[in-house]
């Protein structure tokens, strides 16, 4: 998981930097403190605690509830600051918002989102009024060959509008082959961190190695 002794507390006046990010959407939620006790106690718990100047050892969601449960923690280059996957219980902020930084760190990873929205539904029990209707991606998870013409569907059109440079209707036929394979992938027990795996290897396969 993470070496303490690795860290430069003395950087920070026994401090370092964390970020806490949600590991099934890459927003940001937060960005606090924490000192060796607080890193210990993140490890020793599953959870996350900080440590603020003005209130000392914190234990994240102990009043509230929104606890977040460790997914990693690593060290940047530095060893002066930690990046903390976690799987929020609740809000991050003491507004009540998903994310200290709002909207904009919302939407810094709409894919993560999508997948996270696309697993909650693979797991959800379908309605069972005879009245109600499953939802669309439901629909797609449960009928193989419906995802995958959709996929050939949505492929086609995406072809088709860049063949006449329209860029905005790309755009959405785009959005649209990404959703769908999304699902498809999905379907399989494929997940987005599996596809970001692959291309995280093919990128440092590509990447120029440094000379001595």
Not at 152 to 164: I, M
């Amino acid at each position: 998981m993470l070496d303490l002794d690795t860290l430069d507390f003395m950087k920070g006046a026994g401090l370092v930097t964390v970020v806490a990010q949600d590991a099934r959407t890459g927003a940001v939620l937060m960005v606090a403190h924490a000192d060796r006790e607080a890193l210990e106690r993140t490890l020793a718990t599953g959870e996350m605690h900080y440590r603020s100047r003005t209130r000392g050892l914190w234990h994240k969601g102990a009043t509230s509830g929104n606890v977040q449960r460790v997914v990693s923690l690593a060290a940047d280059c530095d060893a002066d600051a930690v990046l903390a996957r976690v799987t929020p219980a609740g809000p991050a902020c003491h507004t009540g918002a998903t994310s200290c930084f709002g909207d904009v760190a919302l939407g810094a990873d709409a894919l993560g989102a999508l997948d996270a929205t696309l697993a909650a539904r693979a797991v959800a029990t379908p309605p069972a009024s005879p009245d109600a209707r499953p939802s669309y991606t439901q629909r797609l998870l449960a009928d193989r060959n419906l995802r995958l013409k959709k996929i050939g569907e949505e492929a086609a059109e995406l072809v088709t509008a860049c063949a006449d440079a329209d860029r905005e209707r790309a755009a959405e036929e785009g959005a649209d082959v990404v959703y769908h394979t999304l699902v498809a992938l999905r379907a399989i027990g494929v997940t987005l961190d599996d596809v970001r795996a692959v291309l995280a290897a093919r990128a440092r396969a590509d990447a120029p190695r440094a000379t001595a």
